[in-house]
């Protein structure tokens, strides 16, 4: 007669050999479950992060340190596939540093808002090449928020350079 540990271990031996042959329709069936509970799902999965923050932090610190090349990669294919986050990044750190006022801003709402015409020229920006121009600058007092931000083509940003508008409409 088997002892429980044996009859444990034979169970997990089988169950291991039934899905390795049935891979594929565990795969859609699993696939179809989610699709027809998706919001259970998401409501569950939202609960279990709320309660569970602290322990999800430190897993993701543990992890971390032990995959550096992993997570370094991972961060450089994000990054990569969404330039848009990293320029938002980039503007609102620099605005925190410099103690300026700062509000989430949406590259893609600031473009759409101004029609992706730059402020400066009035020329169409192209939509993967333009400077998010901050019409009273940072360096002046000037805050990241929607209403001092505008589409700038990288030629006038550049040339603006920390110049509030008035005064570069006067040197023409």
């Not at 795969?27 to 259970?40: K, L, P, Q, S, V």
């Not at 990293?86 to 103690?99: D, I, M, S, V």
């Not at 029609?115 to 360096?139: F, Q, T, V, Y």
Request: overall charge positive; some cysteine.
């Amino acid at each position: 007669m088997r002892t429980e540990a044996e009859r444990s271990e034979a169970h997990r031996k089988a169950n291991r050999k039934y899905c390795s042959i049935h891979r594929n329709a565990i795969r859609e069936r699993d696939r179809e479950y989610y699709a027809a509970h998706r919001d259970a799902q998401l409501k569950r999965s939202r609960e279990y992060h709320a309660t569970h923050r602290e322990a999800r932090r430190e897993y993701t610190r543990k992890y971390a340190a032990a995959h550096p090349e992993g997570v370094r990669e991972s961060v450089r294919k994000y990054r990569a596939a969404h330039p848009e986050v990293q320029l938002a990044h980039n503007a609102k750190r620099r605005a925190l540093k410099l103690g300026a006022f700062v509000e989430s801003v949406s590259r893609a709402i600031v473009y759409k808002r101004d029609g992706g015409r730059c402020h400066l020229c009035g020329k169409k920006a192209r939509k993967d090449n333009w400077h998010l121009d901050h019409i009273m600058p940072l360096s002046k007092g000037g805050e990241h928020s929607y209403r001092n931000v505008a589409v700038a083509c990288p030629g006038c940003n550049l040339h603006k350079h920390k110049r509030p508008i008035g005064q570069l409409l006067l040197i023409g």
